[in-house]
């Protein structure tokens, strides 16, 4: 399984994510992204369709802030 995760703090609200996956990504009032399928917690892992989309921003965040783990991600 594949888990997503927004690195809030590495976001630099670039918009590009959203842009190539506009059923994972939101922003806040800043800008900056979370993942919004599961809320941001990466505790539910991506569908097959899911997983397609999150790839392509994944690999695009000029920043690295979209995480993934074949391990849910625990919250901090
Ligand atoms: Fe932020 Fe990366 Fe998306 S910088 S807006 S998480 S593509």
């Keep these: 399984p594949v888990y997503a995760h927004v690195d809030r703090?590495?976001?630099?609200?670039?918009?590009?994510?959203?842009?190539?996956?506009?059923?994972?990504?939101?922003?806040?009032?800043e800008g900056i992204a979370s993942y919004c399928p599961d809320e941001n917690t990466?505790?539910?892992?991506?569908?097959?369709?899911?997983?397609?989309?999150?790839?392509?921003?994944?690999r695009r965040c000029p920043t690295g802030a979209i995480q993934r783990s074949e391990q849910p991600f625990t919250q901090a």
């Design 9 to 29: 703090a590495a976001c630099i609200a670039c918009g590009l994510c959203q842009m190539l996956a506009p059923k994972l990504f939101e922003y806040d009032q």
């Design 42 to 58: 990466g505790t539910v892992p991506l569908t097959g369709e899911q997983l397609i989309d999150f790839k392509l921003a994944y």
